[in-house]
């Protein structure tokens, strides 16, 4: 069992090719579980995520700030409280697109 | 894809044994998502989710309010920004021990 203040857990940069300002937390991880695993990700002012594709789908949902998807060919703009559901092999970035730090979780399976 | 407001999401009684003041809302479903789902429950001031334990585990993020979590012989408080992890099988029960309304997602695998 594990109930803890996420502000508890390293913040670390990601430095994936294409990662803009991005930060990540493991929540819960395939250490501790068995399916699929959470985590926190901060993205800063102007900041966004690499524009890629993968085999695993993404269950996000948006604690602060607002943004945009870019998904294939399109743009989707989201803010606190949207939820995001991101098929597997499809390309997608979230962009911050306010002032404020974007923070969102964003769960996978583990493969 | 999906990109959405939870608030357009139903909210929905939960009417399981045992839940006292719970709704829920299916935020990303089965028919949507392979592997996994989420869902938001909402429990009114003193209220509580049954006192059970089944097959699946509990990933959980606390949104909004506070509370305990029962977890076999113990009792775990937890807050906003808390990260909760429930083993399988594991007695386990959410209860709003503050003032507000207590909101929290909590994922699943499919079975």
Redesign the interface.
Known sequence: ???????E?PLRPVQTDGAESVSMRW??SQK?????V?RMFEVAKNGHTPLHSHET?H?V?I?EGQGE?V?EN?K????T???????PN?MHQFRNTGESTLKF?C?I?NN
Chains 1, 2 share one sequence.
Do not use: C, H, S, T
Request: proline residues 8%; hydrophobic residues 45%; charged residues 30%.
């Open positions: 069992m594990k109930a803890q203040d996420y502000k857990m929540l819960i501790e579980a068995p399916n699929f959470m789908e269950e949902f604690l998807l998904y399109e989707k703009p989201f803010r409280g949207y939820v995001v559901y991101v098929e499809k979780i769960l399976p």
